[in-house]
T-cell receptor, first 114, second 111 residues
Framework: DAGITQSPRHKVTETGTPVTLRCHQT?????MYWYRQDPGHGLRLIHY???????DKGEVSDGYSVSRSKTEDFLLTLESATSSQTSVYFCAISETSGPNYGYTFGSGTRLTVV | ELKVEQNPLFLSMQEGKNYTIYCNYS?????LYWYRQDPGKSLESLFV???NGAVKQEGRLMASLDTKARLSTLHITAAVHDLSATYFC???????????WGAGTKLIIKP
């Protein structure tokens, strides 16, 4: 178990309000990722981090920002939520060696922007 | 543009039958992943394929990778209802550890 928890699990927010989603991991993984999942699109990378204060944009980063001030926490912020950001958001970590090589995902956050 | 295409996108089949899901990708890569997702749940890792010719099996599922053809297959043998789920393949690029995902194959297995 990679020990990834996401919060909140569900959130409904109004258009134009800021929203922050949290991803917490307990095993000191260097790489962390935020994806969104929409019907017919699989998963799409929003932002990723390769260390404390080291982040970079993914495929669909517009309208999102991230921060990683501690190894264990990776925050995703929607500065001003829009209806197009209604989605399921998954956090992930990656292992680059050993028996758990690959990517492990959190339980997801279902965000609805009304 | 990097693309990962799965087919079929939807598959309804009877228990006991065999079938194959295909995953084609457009970039050179020797790292491919298969995941399973149940409705409303997270993604569960099924297979990690790390080289050309890799074959892995778990129960009624078997995955293979042909990097020269840029093709991976997920074969289901004697399907059972519990295998009903959506299956995704994802390709690891050399660019900043980004995964490129297929759209998913929704598999329904009828008793």
């Amino acid at each position: 178990d990679a020990g990834i928890t996401q919060s909140p699990r569900h959130k409904v927010t109004e258009t134009g309000t800021p929203v922050t989603l949290r991803c917490h991991q307990t095993e000191n993984h260097r790489y962390m990722y935020w994806y969104r999942q929409d019907p017919g699109h699989g998963l799409r990378l929003i932002h990723y981090s390769y260390g404390v204060k080291d982040t970079d944009k993914g495929e669909v980063s517009d309208g999102y920002s991230v921060s990683r001030s501690k190894t264990e926490d990776f925050l995703l912020t929607l500065e001003s939520a829009t209806s197009s950001q209604t989605s399921v958001y998954f956090c992930a970590i990656s292992e680059t060696s050993g028996p758990n090589y690959g990517y492990t995902f959190g339980s997801g956050t279902r965000l609805t922007v009304v | 543009e990097l693309k990962v295409e799965q087919n079929p996108l939807f598959l309804s089949m009877q228990e006991g039958k065999n079938y194959t899901i295909y995953c084609n990708y457009s970039t050179t890569s020797d790292r491919l992943y298969w995941y399973r997702q149940d409705p409303g749940k997270s993604l569960e890792s099924l297979f990690v394929l790390l080289s050309n010719g890799a074959v892995k099996q778990e129960g009624r599922l078997m995955a293979s990778l042909d990097t020269k053809a840029r093709l991976s297959t997920l074969h289901i043998t004697a399907a059972v209802h519990d295998l009903s789920a959506t299956y995704f393949c994802a390709v690891d690029t050399d660019s900043n550890y980004q995964l490129i995902w297929g759209a998913g194959t929704k598999l329904i297995i009828k008793p």
